[in-house]
Structures are given as C-alpha cells and as structure tokens.
C-alpha cells in the first residue's frame, strides 16, 4: 500500500504550486491585459496545468515527458486524489519490461 502512494506529498505540493501560478496568472491577465474573466481563466488553466505535467513527470514519478502522456494527464485533471491515482497508473506508469 506504502508503494501506491509514494510521491503523493509531492504531487500534492506541486498541485499547490499550480494553484498558486493560477490564481497569480489569473490576476495579471485580467488586471493587467485586461482579458475577460472565461479567456484568462482558460489560458492560465492551460499554463498552470502545464507546469504540473513537466514538474510531476521529472520529480514524482520520474518519468519522460511524452505528447501522449500529456493529453491524458490534461484529461487527468479531476481532484486531488484522483488525479493522483489516474497520474500513478495511468499517465505515468513506468513501461513494463
């Protein structure tokens, strides 16, 4: 069970600092180039998003990075714990050999 969880802490901070890099992404959009509230919030989902693919793929899973993986891991986007478990078995999961 120990095993099905490792890296959840991590996964768990990135998604912090995503939801951090979005709600700062969000106010320079809509403050600063004065974009409307639906075009801001989808570009900063698709850079905050993209952020945690790259940092989850090299720190918590130690994975690479591939197209593929990163349409699924897009589609992955639900919550916390569901994401998690999606991203371990699915977005992730290390080649079998």
Known sequence: M???WKGFSSYTVVGVANTVIHWQLFFVFRAAFELSQAVSNLLVFCIAASFSF??????T???PIS??????FMLCM????CGFLLSRWVVFREPRQ
């Open 54 to 59: 790259y940092v989850n793929a090299l720190y």
């Open 61 to 63: 899973f130690s994975v």
């Open 67 to 72: 197209v593929p993986r990163y349409a699924l």
């Open 78 to 81: 639900v919550s916390l714990v």
């Open 2 to 4: 120990s095993r099905l």
